[in-house]
């Protein structure tokens, strides 16, 4: 699944990709900017191909000799927040996944949550939902470990429900929902070094009361090495 992607040179293009059996890999697509090219597809982002690559002995990029599409998602592609969140979970992925570590737990996680988001609406709850299980499998997760008070019930579903499924209309979700934010905005300001280029999808939809901030005290996010 194509991650990123930029040009190389004039007729090249470099993609960062997260793949099933070598985690994230760096790839260089010779030639595709060609208008002739049949791998041009394959090296768009959040594209899910079945490639060949070929990697030198001690090579930090592969090449991409050929391949087949799998999905482009294209119902994503037709609709402007979809794609949006699409690109959110893609650089995601490119900033909390290390090189050449494959996990098939990630893979996924990234596959069907594109393809959830590709066949059913967007709600409030996507984007956090997505990290939260992502921060679970890299090990910063708080699973079983409810934080500022937020309902268990609501904490459990965020981790385990279907994307499409958290629909959160009460007054007690919202507050859930925006104490769920506030918990991943501070694990990214804390980890990456330079904020996301996507566009934001954690601001709060309502601020939290100060009474309901002071109820717990946040625990440290630590990684949990297994």
Known sequence: IVLLRQNFRERD???CAYTLEHGRVALRFPGVNRSDSKLKALSEPFAQSCARIYIRRNASVGCVT???IETVYPEIRKDFNKTQMAAYF???????????????DKFSLLENSLSQINCAPLNQATAPAFLLRLMQLSGFGLYGHSVLGIDEDFWQAMHELPLAELNFNSERDILNLNKTRYVCKRFLNRYLNYPLHTVCQ??????????????????ELEPVHA
Not at 91 to 96: G, K, T, V
Not at 202 to 219: D, N, R, V, W, Y
Request: charged fraction near 30%; proline fraction near 15%.
């Open 66 to 68: 050929g391949g087949k």
């Open 13 to 15: 293009r470099m993609i």
């Open 90 to 104: 893609c650089e995601l992925f490119y900033r909390l996944t290390p090189d050449y570590s494959p996990n098939p």
């Open 202 to 219: 954690l601001e709060l939809t309502a601020p939290i009361p100060a009474q309901e901030q002071e109820k717990e005290t946040e625990p």
